[in-house]
């Protein structure tokens, strides 16, 4: 079994930056591919970033490409997600999960585990 836990979120203003967290427990954090997915109100859960077991490649949604990284660090069990250029529509819970199965990095479906969220709220 493998717990997430996210933090690092908070308000900040529109144009300013974050640094999520997702600390994993276990010692199969390396065997992972890891996913930030976030959820707006009244919205369906949306992929933002992915990474490989490796941290060779990574992978973005269109609407955050170019703002924010992922990266992890599998000595400290813990992915992360940068965040720069914040705006209003980024407002949102941002998750984090992880997947053994190496299938599609896209959908929620495909991720064995979750965390329980961190509030990212953007003010214009």
């Known amino acids: 079994q493998v717990q997430l836990v996210e933090t690092g979120g908070g308000l900040v203003q529109t144009g300013g930056s974050l640094r999520l967290s997702c600390a994993a427990s276990?010692?199969?954090?390396?065997?992972?591919?890891m996913g930030w997915f976030r959820q707006a109100p009244g919205k369906e859960r949306e992929f933002v970033a992915a990474?490989?077991?490796?941290?060779?490649?990574?992978y973005y949604a269109d609407s955050v490409k170019g703002r924010f990284t992922i990266s992890r660090d599998n000595a400290k069990n813990t992915v992360y997600l940068q965040m720069h250029s914040l705006k209003p529509e980024d407002t949102a819970v941002y998750y984090c999960?992880?997947?053994?199965?190496?299938?599609?990095?896209?959908?929620?479906?495909?991720?064995?585990?979750w965390g329980q969220g961190t509030q990212v709220t953007v003010s214009s």
């Open positions: 999960a992880g997947q053994f199965s190496g299938g599609s990095f896209y959908y929620t479906a495909e991720y064995d585990y």
């Open positions: 276990g010692r199969t954090f390396s065997s992972l591919l």
């Open positions: 990474i490989l077991r490796s941290g060779s490649r990574t």
